[in-house]
């Protein structure tokens, strides 16, 4: 069984940005996105920062917050052989309803890829008051250039 990470959000997370499932890389690393060629964090840095990004998880999430963004997994655990969303069973969701009640400002979903928003939407639903975004995913398994991928992500930026 597999399972995710604590969430990074606090009292001033506005923006929620959910995976599935961290991959292999992300779990043996213990910090989200740490595969080196996931897109994920450039995008970030691209999009709030003028810097290069940080090899520092702690300054990652630092900049995350400093711009009302939040991260979290939509499954708390499941099994799956390899880091691909497609292998996954035997899933459990994470504790949306409690999350929401403690960080009432969130209101945006950010979904980090079609297969997180399927897990949440199958579960939760539409939620009133959120504005849900399916992004593509950052995962190196999509193709879809870098280029492609910020102009699409850029649509969350307050």
Same mark, same amino acid.
């Given at each position: ?6 969430? @990074?959000? &606090?009292?001033?997370?506005? !923006?929620?940005?959910? $995976? ?5 890389? +992300?779990? =043996? ?7 080196? %060629?996931?897109?994920?964090? %450039? !995008?970030?840095?691209?999009l709030y920062s003028d810097q290069e990004v940080s090899t520092l998880f702690t300054d990652k999430i630092k900049l995350l917050q400093a711009n009302s963004i939040g991260?979290? &997994?939509?499954? =708390?655990?499941? =099994? %799956?052989?390899? +880091?691909? &969303?497609?292998?996954?069973?035997? /899933?459990?969701?994470?504790? @949306? ?26 579960? @939760?639903?539409?939620?009133? $008051? !959120?504005?849900? /975004? ?11 250039? @870098?280029?492609?991928?910020?102009? !699409?992500?850029?649509?969350?930026? =307050?």
């Amino acid at each position: 069984m597999t399972t995710s990470f604590q969430p @990074f959000v &606090d009292s001033d997370t506005k !923006i929620l940005i959910l $995976g599935t499932m961290p991959g292999i890389v +992300s779990l =043996e690393n213990q910090e989200y996105y740490a595969h080196p %060629r996931n897109h994920f964090w %450039r !995008i970030i840095y691209k999009l709030y920062s003028d810097q290069e990004v940080s090899t520092l998880f702690t300054d990652k999430i630092k900049l995350l917050q400093a711009n009302s963004i939040g991260i979290w &997994d939509v499954l =708390e655990n499941c =099994e %799956r052989k390899g +880091s691909l &969303d497609m292998h996954i069973k035997n /899933y459990k969701e994470n504790d @949306f309803e409690s999350l929401f009640k403690k960080f009432p400002a969130i209101h945006k979903i950010a979904f980090n890829g079609k297969e997180s928003h399927k897990y949440f939407f199958k579960k @939760f639903g539409q939620i009133k $008051g !959120i504005t849900y /975004y399916v992004m593509p995913s950052t995962s190196p398994a999509n193709t879809m250039c @870098f280029e492609k991928k910020l102009e !699409i992500w850029s649509a969350i930026k =307050e």
